[in-house]
């Protein structure tokens, strides 16, 4: 008696939930070095021993040290705490006030909607990194006002795709009930709106947070982020860049850290973007 | 033609399924020669995946085995990309659904219909051109000449229907599956369209497999009745024994449709519970 | 005096930026505890004038009353004829929103209206239509399609409407789970003694569950029975 099976394709399958696997495992363990930093790093990452100065990367430095012999190692732990900070801050601002604006728009239409897509589509045509420098070179530099910077240049996207998704949403059957049960206005928007359109946020806002980490180190590395001595990786490049070529570690780790933080987040939105794909198919 | 007495399918033992979890097709067994033969089930019966697995069509997620799956003579459970490819319009058609989906937007409706000729037939320019005019007014379309010319947004729900039955009959195929072909038609077009499927299927010598969720539409238009539930299949009749069915899953969906000689009276339902029971 | 009045009504739909007319010159008389049907082929315009009858299309004109209430061209329903006048829509699967627990879409509607006792309430609904309570907290994605549009219609009688219209309720389910809602649509109309005005494409349906009908066409009516 010969049986046969089909061949499972269920490769695709298994690379979505890879991808979220080592996403998730990532943005574990740079939360638990911003947590736990005093206890996990081996030095004080300000802790000057100029007899160190820029040793190469060894068993007592797994990472090597700076120009100033702090260890490297301590410094990309210390790191993560800025850097996730300010994802937190970006999070908080873009997130709720996009949607806020689509949803709006796509629910009242008319002028309302009118005023508030040209309002999006002006800060859309702002220039990201321009704006956050000018911003910062005005408010001084400090994590905050970096965070805002990146914000006020972040959230229309959000805007954008929630009132496609809240305009498409009118015309469909559950909306429809809701009306005829008298309800409108905030509940709605909030309470039957806002949920539906809330999946593909957290997917965009995954996706966008890879280069909002770019662009937070640029501005560290333009001297525009958090100030020395504190350790953060755009300005540990910077440092590093005036000794790339003998010292390549000093730029090397932090460089790799924005790389690794970056990736996280890209996987984690690649991941999160398969799933809502394949519920949307079935 | 060869006389050829097995029967045209052949299915033993035939389970699909999902890797975790409960076949969605359990085990089932028929065989169908030249004749027409209904399939009827409701949501979750698996009969839509039965006919898939004939076609070669499963969801790549599905696994599929069984004793023995035959169409013509062929292993299916062992067929190459190309060898689905000339068995599936050369020798079998199917039907489907919704012809707004099946049907390419983009092309006109002359050139869908010609397609599969190209695919299967060695013909001339001429002769597919006659062909593809031929078969269209074989399916009821008036004004071939025009029709041939236009793109499937401009054809209504019945005409949709006609040309899918035109592209899949065209290379003059030895079986028809069709898949719930009237479910997505108003109720006006759908004794028409299954009327004219059980014609041409007769006037080409075809054997015909039409899956359905409504027994009464079947049994006017089909030879025998398969009447699956949750994956197997529970009762196999001629169509014309249908109104004195014994098992009580076939006399409740023969009872159940509303009419004008219902009005007033409560339906005949399901018991799901004595359903599981029953052998 | 009729529960529903439809006099020479027109109604239109968005089509783009243009209004496209869908019904034309429509009048008739539902009465009181009638199950009146509207039956035709799809875009005969029938579930555009349901939908005119439900106050979710403000394209209409013509004069409408609604159980007793003088209803304008282009206003939306409001107070009392908002409850009045209750939908059980076609989809199952598209009708009740899916990150809400069936609690809380039944509740909803109730809290605002600051109706009391809203759990018995529910509760009691539930069993009316024959289902278990222990479902009222679910999602609408762990029932079946049956299971939902009984719950559609607890939804639709909750507010204790005088008009219940059916947008092709069945259309989208198993026979064999058709025949259960229409039983339970007639128990229901027969105890609570509701006046529903029913659309389908299936003359059988209508001709089961109808005292009268009409036929439409091209968005008039063609026939009356």
């Excluded at chain 3, 009045?5 to 539902?30: A, E, I, K, T, W």
Aim: charged share 20%.
């Amino acid at each position: 008696m010969t049986e046969t099976s089909l061949p499972l394709r269920a490769v695709r399958r298994d690379k979505r939930r890879w991808l979220l696997i080592i996403g998730y495992s990532l943005l574990g363990l740079l939360i638990a070095m911003a947590l736990f930093a005093p206890w996990v790093s081996p030095y004080d990452p300000n802790a000057q021993v100029m007899a160190d100065r820029l040793l190469p990367p060894d068993s007592h430095h797994w990472f090597g040290t700076d120009g100033f012999g702090r260890d490297l190692l301590s410094r990309v732990i210390y790191g993560t705490r800025p850097t996730l900070l300010l994802v937190v801050f970006i999070l908080l601002l873009t997130v709720p006030v996009g949607m806020t604006v689509g949803i709006a728009a796509g629910y009242l239409g008319g002028w309302v909607e009118r005023i508030l897509m040209r309002i999006t589509d002006i800060f859309l045509s702002l220039p990201s990194l321009v704006i956050a420098l000018a911003m910062v070179a005005v408010l001084g530099p400090s994590i905050l006002n970096g965070a805002l910077a990146l914000a006020l240049t972040s959230w229309p996207p959000f805007a954008r795709q929630a009132r496609a998704e809240t305009q498409q949403l009118r015309r469909s059957d559950y909306l429809a009930a809701a009306k005829m049960q008298g309800i409108k206005g905030l509940p709605l928007m909030f309470g039957h709106l806002l949920p539906l359109c809330l999946p593909s946020a957290v997917v965009r806002a995954a996706l966008s947070l890879g280069g909002i980490i770019l662009s937070a180190a640029g501005l560290g590395f333009l001297g525009m982020g958090v100030q020395p001595p504190t350790a953060e990786w755009g300005s540990m490049v910077a440092e590093g860049g005036k000794v790339i070529f003998d010292q390549w570690w000093v730029a090397a780790a932090p460089g790799g850290a924005i790389l690794l933080a970056s990736l996280t987040f890209n996987f984690i939105g690649d991941g999160l973007r398969d799933r809502l794909d394949s519920r949307n198919d079935s | 033609m060869t006389a050829n007495t097995s029967p045209f399918i052949i299915a033993d033992r035939l389970t699909i399924g999902l890797p975790e979890g409960r076949p969605l097709v359990d085990g089932i067994s028929f065989e169908i020669g030249k004749e027409r033969v209904a399939l009827v089930g409701e949501s979750g019966s698996g009969k839509s995946l039965t006919a898939r697995s004939l076609m070669g069509l499963l969801a790549p997620s599905l696994s599929l085995n069984a004793s023995q799956l035959s169409l013509a003579g062929n292993d299916l459970r062992h067929l190459k990309p190309s060898q689905w490819q000339s068995l599936r319009g050369g020798k079998v058609a199917m039907v489907m659904q919704d012809p707004k989906y099946a049907l390419n937007p983009s092309k006109t409706i002359g050139w869908q219909v010609e397609e599969p000729l190209l695919l299967h037939r060695k013909l001339s320019r001429r002769q597919r051109q006659e062909k593809v005019l031929a078969m269209l007014e074989a399916v009821g379309l008036a004004n071939p000449h025009q029709l041939i010319k236009r793109y499937p947004n401009q054809l209504s729900g019945g005409m949709g229907q006609r040309i899918m039955l035109a592209i899949a009959l065209i290379t003059d195929p030895e079986f028809l599956i069709a898949d719930e072909p009237t479910s997505a038609l108003d109720h006006a077009m759908r004794d028409q369209v299954l009327s004219l499927i059980q014609d041409l299927v007769a006037q080409r010598d075809m054997g015909l497999l039409l899956i359905s969720h409504d027994l009464q539409q079947v049994a006017d238009h089909c030879q025998r009745v398969m009447v699956m539930y949750q994956g197997k299949i529970l009762d196999r009749l001629a169509a014309k024994d249908l109104p004195q069915a014994t098992h009580p899953y076939t006399q409740t969906l023969w009872a159940c449709r509303p009419s004008l000689a219902t009005k007033g009276k409560r339906l005949p339902t399901l018991d799901r519970a004595a359903l599981e029971g029953y052998p | 005096m009729s529960t529903i009045r439809l006099d020479n009504l027109n109604v239109s739909h968005p089509q783009g930026y243009q209004l496209r007319q869908v019904v034309q010159d429509v009048s008739l008389r539902v009465e009181p505890g009638e199950c009146f049907g509207l039956v035709g082929p799809s875009g005969c315009g029938k579930s555009s004038l349901l939908w005119v009858m439900a106050g979710l299309n403000p394209h209409w004109s013509g004069d409408m009353v609604l159980a007793g209430t003088h209803v304008q061209p282009g206003s939306t329903f409001t107070g009392q004829l908002r409850r009045d006048v209750q939908m059980v829509f076609q989809d199952p699967y598209a009708s009740l929103h899916p990150r809400h627990r069936l609690r809380r879409t039944l509740a909803e509607p109730l809290k605002r209206l600051g109706v009391e006792n809203i759990d018995d309430r529910i509760a009691q609904g539930f069993q009316q239509v024959g289902l278990a309570s222990t479902l009222i907290d679910r999602y609408p994605h762990q029932l079946s399609g049956g299971q939902r549009q009984r719950v559609a219609i607890v939804r639709a009688l909750l507010l204790e409407p005088k008009i219940v219209l059916l947008d092709e309720p069945t259309s989208a389910l198993d026979m064999s789970v058709q025949a259960e809602i229409l039983n339970l649509l007639n128990q229901l109309k027969a105890e609570q003694q509701l006046t529903m005005v029913l659309v389908s494409h299936d003359p059988d349906v209508i001709d089961h569950m109808c005292d009268r009908s009409v036929t439409m066409q091209a968005g008039r009516i063609t026939h009356l029975s």
